[in-house]
């Protein structure tokens, strides 16, 4: 029943390590998005995808690497994890760039 | 270009109304809202497009005025359940389809 889920809901590595997350949706949307949100909960957009083929690249560090099989699925893989890189990361999607997005529940990644 | 949100954080009492300003300096082709309740995902409020009408519903409404590159956001009667923190989102249409989210306004309704 879930429309956008994610794996894990937490996730707490040491530096150095490299970590993925997955991002399923079962609406049938062809856009998906990764966004970061920080202490701050600024809440700032990383990636985007249209039908598997990546329309947004923010200045992200290519440490970064987003990879999307299918429509339905839009993973984040991260090397070389940072402190800096502690934060929740929510995958999106929607019908378009212009429609409303539907928020997976979160991913708090932590960095020790 | 990073809308800009006020007020930062904003206390009402069960009942009370709020207004949420959420501008940019450039032009805009739609306009966004979301609510985030604390440890969970942003919800989904309403989009406003350029040439587009007055939304609403219930008692959460919004207004966007091109001219001025400026979205309200309405809150009246407000419930306990409105708490939480309003995003605006912005894109500014074409080619750019980004959607740049504003710092958030923290709504807190005491009963």
């Known amino acids: 029943d879930t429309a956008v889920s994610q794996t894990p809901k937490y996730l707490v590595t040491q530096m150095g390590n490299d970590k993925s997350i997955k991002c399923e949706q079962n609406?049938?949307?062809?856009?998906m998005y990764w966004y970061k949100q920080d202490s701050k909960k600024f809440l700032k957009i990383m990636f985007s995808?249209?039908?598997?083929?990546?329309?947004i690249n923010e200045t992200v560090p290519n440490r970064f690497s987003p990879k999307s099989p299918d429509k339905a699925h839009l993973n984040l893989h991260i090397n070389s994890l940072e402190l800096g890189d502690s934060a929740v990361y929510f995958c999106?999607?929607?019908?378009?760039?212009?429609?409303?997005?539907?928020f997976g529940p979160g991913t708090r990644l932590t960095v020790t | 270009q990073q809308p800009v949100q006020s007020p930062q954080a904003v206390i009402l009492r069960e009942g009370e109304d709020a207004v949420i300003n959420c501008s940019s300096s450039?032009?805009?082709?739609?306009v966004h809202w979301y609510r985030q309740k604390h440890g969970e995902a942003p919800v989904f409020l309403m989009i406003?497009?350029?040439?587009?009408e007055q939304k609403g519903h219930e008692k959460i409404s919004a207004s966007f005025n091109e001219k001025k590159q400026q979205s309200s956001l309405y809150l009246t009667a407000s419930q306990l359940s409105y708490s939480g923190t309003y995003f605006c989102?912005?894109?500014?249409?074409?080619?750019?389809?980004?959607?740049?989210f504003g710092k958030g306004t923290l709504l807190t309704v005491n009963p």
């Open positions: 999106a999607s929607s019908h378009d760039s212009e429609s409303e997005q539907y």
């Open positions: 609406l049938g949307h062809d856009t």
């Open positions: 995808y249209n039908n598997k083929e990546l329309i």
């Open positions: 450039k032009a805009l082709y739609s």
């Open positions: 406003l497009l350029k040439g587009g």
């Open positions: 989102g912005t894109t500014r249409g074409g080619s750019n389809y980004k959607l740049t």
